[in-house]
C-alpha cells in the first residue's frame, strides 16, 4: 500500500504566524471532518495541505454574514437568506448549517438526513449511521435542538413526527411547509426563505419549539 500523502507545511515546521493559525484551525476540526477531507483527496489522487484543511474549517466555522429577521408576526421571525451554490453533487444543506447557527445564535445537538458540509461532532441520525427515522431508539425531548433535512419527494409526515417526538426545538429544511398540527404541542417560531442560486428551488427552513406541558 503506498504511503499516505504528507501533510504541508506541519511537518516542515511553522513559518510566520499564517502557518501557525492554519495549523492551529486544522487542529481543531473533528476526527471525522478530517477523514472525510483525508478520503475525498485521496480519492482525486492528490496531496494533504494545511491550506485544505483550513479550508474546511473556514466551510464549517468560519465567519458568516447575518441579516437579523426581515420582521416578526406573532411571536414568528421571518427571514430571507440568499446563500451561494452548494459545492457538494446533491443539495445537501451547503452554508445552511452555518447561517442558521449564526443567525439563531445555537447550535443543534443532531442532524437528521444530509449532513455533509455538518461539523463531525454533530451525531448524525440517519440509514448510513444505523437508524430508521420511523422507529428511534431514543427518549422524548432527549435532544435540545435537532435539524432535519429530509428528501424533497414528499413530507415523510410519519418521521417527521418521530423525529420532533424526540426534540425539544426542531428546524426542518425542505421545499413545503410542514403543518404545525403534525407536531405535537409544536410552536412555530422561524419562517426563513433560502435560494442557493439559479435553476435552484427555494427551499424554507421551519422553526418550531415545543410548548411548555399545560
Sequence with gaps: MADPPKLY???AGFRDSRDATRCVRAGHLHPEDRRIYYEERMSDGKHLTIDGLEGVWRTLYGEVKTTGALFENEGIEFGFWALPRPLTEGWGSGSVWKRMCAELKETPDVAFGKTDQIPGGVLAV??????EWASLPFEESQF?????????DHLYKKEGIEIWRTCQKIAILHTHIFPRSWLYRAVRVGMYAITMGPMKQTRCLQVFEKANAT
Excluded: V
Aim: hydrophobic share 15%.
Design 9 to 11: 507545511p506541519i511537518d
Design 126 to 131: 440517519d440509514k448510513k449511521t444505523g437508524y
Design 144 to 152: 435540545t435542538f435537532g435539524y432535519w433535512d429530509p428528501p424533497y
